[in-house]
């Protein structure tokens, strides 16, 4: 979903001034969700409405319950919800979660964040910076925005797996971040030039809407155009060629497993199991069973 859509008008206004701490890994193509495209797009109020999901609809309600966590966790301080801030540069954004506000006068921001178990591989051990890199991209473009040194990242994970990590500013790190964030700003949203295409379905999406319908003109290739046709010829041809080599490598393996269950080497494991026209329809009648049970166990409850 764009990040503009369910914001207020005032919110929306800001937001299209400049590049957001949520944005940026996007930018820098570390974002395993969202694109250069999609920013630019948002940016340039060319970005199609996308209903929110379940996950940003969670994760949003959660972050309330995390920060609260956190407090209580470091009762010590007071966290404070600050809107969307400006830096140095007014294209650059950020709207932390909260600003953390110590007894000692010590100030650091934190992110709340929600992640189901099938991500839990992504973070490291509590209390060190192994953070998934495009959470680390927002927590550093958050500290370059408010002049911070310090963010933390809470996280809950699966809805019960509480944990805290802890980022500190890097100078190399961040000139990167501003560099590239400035290119894309002005080559790409002030020049209203869209970024290069990515390999995802994003562009083809972009590009139906953008032209829906054709006439019947044909029009003579540049020697660039006919550069990125022959390489399509290329990699589609290559495309077919490994396709024909891995479906010709399975067939050699199943003849190998012939009857048997599979087989085992240093590559791990490969397994083939087929069912024929009868045990399908006895695997049928199973379930079928199973599921009348089930029923008939709950009108008798």
């Not at 067939?251 to 497993?257: D, G, R, S, T």
């Not at 012939?258 to 026209?277: C, M, N, Q, S």
């Not at 079928?288 to 008798?300: E, V």
Request: proline fraction near 5%.
């Amino acid at each position: 979903m764009s990040p503009l859509a369910e914001l207020s008008p005032e919110q929306r206004k800001l937001r299209l001034q400049g590049i957001g701490a949520s944005e940026i890994a996007a930018v820098l193509g570390v974002d395993p969700w969202r694109t250069a495209l999609d920013v630019f797009l948002d940016k340039t109020e060319q970005a199609e409405p996308i209903p929110e999901n379940r996950f940003q609809r969670w994760g949003k309600r959660l972050e309330a319950v995390i920060a609260d966590e956190y407090g209580e966790r470091h009762p010590q301080v007071e966290l404070v919800a600050p809107g969307t801030l400006v830096g140095e540069e007014s294209w650059m954004l950020a709207t932390p979660d909260r600003l953390v506000l110590s007894e000692s006068g010590e100030r650091w921001g934190l992110e709340c964040k929600a992640r189901g178990l099938r991500m839990e591989d992504e973070w490291g051990d509590e209390g060190t910076d192994q953070v998934p890199v495009y959470v680390a991209a927002q927590c550093h473009w958050s500290m370059m925005v408010t002049g911070l040194t310090r963010w933390d990242v809470a996280v809950l994970i699966n809805g019960n797996d509480f944990r805290t990590y802890t980022l500190i500013a890097d100078a190399a790190v961040h000139e990167r971040m501003r560099e590239s964030g400035r290119r894309f700003w002005i080559d790409h949203v002030q020049a209203n030039v869209h970024p290069p295409f990515g390999g995802d379905s994003g562009p083809h999406r972009w590009l139906q809407r953008v032209y829906p319908t054709h006439t019947n003109e044909m029009v003579a290739a540049t020697p660039e155009v006919g550069e990125w046709a022959t390489l399509l010829q290329v990699h589609r041809a290559a495309i077919k060629r490994h396709q024909d080599d891995a479906s010709k490598l399975e067939a050699q393996i199943k003849e190998f497993i012939a009857d048997r269950l599979g087989v085992e080497g240093p590559f791990g494991k490969i397994t083939w199991r087929h069912l024929d026209a009868a045990e399908v329809a006895a695997f049928t009648r199973k379930a079928h069973r199973r599921l009348l049970c089930q029923f008939a166990n709950k009108a008798t409850d």
